[in-house]
């Protein structure tokens, strides 16, 4: 499954340039600032593609941002059968919850790979292998 913010940008992006059906404005993408305004938009519907339904919401401890119906949010998880707020809030009533999403890659960190990601680790075939005779030792 593609990642909800990546499709999001993707359509924002044929949104712009596409009307009809037809890509418009073919000229216009050779500048800087066509580029600027796609990215733009790519980003805001992405931004807004990354929150999520609370019955969606990770239930393992795993801290996520939470959306309150009040437009704030909090950090939370979720324990002892309800969500912890990092405020030392604890929310009983569901429906104060209405979206969340995982927290961001903090700076200079490596970021995390997608839980659907497969890692296939580098192979290296330039190294001599002992007791082998031949090309490769």
């Known amino acids: 499954m593609t990642d909800p913010r990546i499709e999001a940008a993707a359509r924002a992006i ?6 009809d059906g037809k890509a418009v404005g073919a000229a216009r993408l050779c500048t800087q600032d066509a580029f600027i305004d796609l ?9 807004t593609a990354a929150w999520r339904p609370m019955s ?6 795993t801290r996520i941002l939470i959306l309150k119906t009040t437009g704030r949010v909090s950090v939370a998880l979720f324990a002892d059968d309800d969500w912890q707020g ?4 604890c929310y ?3 429906d104060f919850l209405t979206h969340w999403q995982p ?8 970021p995390q ?5 497969i890692t ?6 330039d190294r001599p292998i002992p007791g082998k005779e031949g090309a490769d030792g």
Not at 14 to 19: D, H, L, P, R
Not at 56 to 61: R, S, Y
Request: aromatic share 4%; proline share 15%; charged share 30%.
């Open 103 to 110: 927290l961001p890659t903090p700076p200079n960190a490596t």
């Open 86 to 89: 990092d405020d030392c809030y």
């Open 39 to 47: 990215a733009r938009v790519a980003l805001a519907a992405a931004d």
């Open 120 to 125: 296939i680790p580098e192979v290296r075939n």
């Open 14 to 19: 044929c949104a712009e340039f596409m009307k």
């Open 92 to 94: 009983h009533d569901p």
């Open 56 to 61: 969606e919401a990770p239930k393992d401890g």
């Open 113 to 117: 790979a997608d839980p659907g990601t």
